[in-house]
């Protein structure tokens, strides 16, 4: 009889030990999921830099400072010097984003477009912008906005406003901003030859409108729709008596708009991942596209 009950003793000790065994591993592998489905910040560090449109540059600036506070361990640079620039400097693998205003296959061959990955962030409209010292101006036509950046209207009073020479402010060929117009608004014309700018800067021409008695260009929404920018001394143009806003960009009523393009050289991995992901998907980077005068994909009614 103490043998049997020996016995029983035994086999109640093991299956509690087996029970608490399973136990602990199912506890520990619980444990493990829940940290893999949720990455925390100290698993994104690294350094990155992007480099390429100025139009798309306040965008990628606010978002990079507002990534990196979330994640301390990343270090992303933001840099300019144009579309042409940043498609190039991705195409050689010098940098890890390449931005631009325009589709890689518009300024690389064939071959270096291919070896690109396009990840589309968002939208950024582009208006007409006049000297404050021009009057009686506020809306040109198609063909008169033409005319003017192909040279062949060049006073202020043939298209009804005051006797003031008109000067035109080009911007560099490796602009994709300059391409956009070109292709938008010009219809492929070529610009005739005005104040020359040495850099592609968006900020450079919004000073040299505001300073240049006659001038007029164009800039990127991102530099109109933000309260905070300096945009006295200018006047935002309508074009076919179409005003430049959000709305009439979305449902394709004002044609002169892009996407915004971050390149990749291959599919994007790691802290490139990571940050691109964030533009287009985190609730904190809507609110700083639309802060920062952009217009996000999701929000268009029309496509190209």
């Known amino acids: 009889m103490k043998t049997k009950k020996l016995r029983a003793a035994v086999l109640a000790l093991a299956v509690t030990a087996t029970t608490i065994l399973f136990a602990?591993?199912?506890?520990s592998t619980g444990s493990d999921t829940s940290q893999a489905a949720t990455p925390t910040a100290e698993n994104i560090s690294g350094s990155i830099t992007a480099a390429g449109s100025t139009a798309l540059q306040p965008l990628a600036d606010a978002a990079s400072k507002?990534?990196?506070d979330k994640n301390p361990d990343a270090t992303i640079t933001v840099q300019g010097g144009g579309s042409g620039t940043g498609l190039s400097q991705i195409a050689s693998g010098s940098i890890d984003i390449g931005d631009s205003d325009l589709a890689a296959e518009e300024k690389l061959s064939a071959d270096q477009a291919k070896a690109l990955v396009d990840h589309k962030v968002c939208v950024v409209a582009f208006g007409t912008i006049i000297n404050s010292k021009v009057t009686g101006v506020d809306n040109l036509t198609k063909k008169q906005l033409q005319d003017i950046f192909t040279g062949k209207i060049k006073n202020w009073k043939d298209v009804g406003g005051n006797d003031l020479e008109i000067h035109v402010v080009n911007r560099p060929a490796s602009s994709g901003t300059r391409a956009t117009f070109k292709k938008y608004a010009l219809d492929g014309m070529d610009e005739?030859?005005?104040?020359?700018l040495t850099e592609d800067s968006s900020g450079a021409v919004l000073k040299t409108v505001q300073t240049t008695d006659g001038s007029i260009s164009y800039l990127a929404s991102s530099y109109l729709w933000v309260s905070s920018n300096d945009v006295t001394?200018?006047?935002?143009l309508k074009l076919d008596g179409v005003e430049m806003k959000s709305d009439t960009v979305s449902s394709g009523k004002y044609p002169i708009w892009s996407y915004e393009h971050m390149y990749t050289k291959g599919e994007a991995s790691g802290l490139t991942k990571a940050f691109i992901d964030y533009l287009m998907n985190d609730k904190d980077a809507k609110t700083i596209m639309k802060d920062k005068g952009y217009i996000a994909i999701a929000d268009m009614k029309t496509s190209r």
Do not use: E, S, Y
């Not at 602990?24 to 506890?27: D, L, N, Q």
């Open 233 to 236: 001394g200018i006047k935002v």
């Open 66 to 68: 507002k990534f990196t």
């Open 192 to 196: 005739v030859q005005g104040v020359g």
């Open 24 to 27: 602990g591993c199912g506890a």
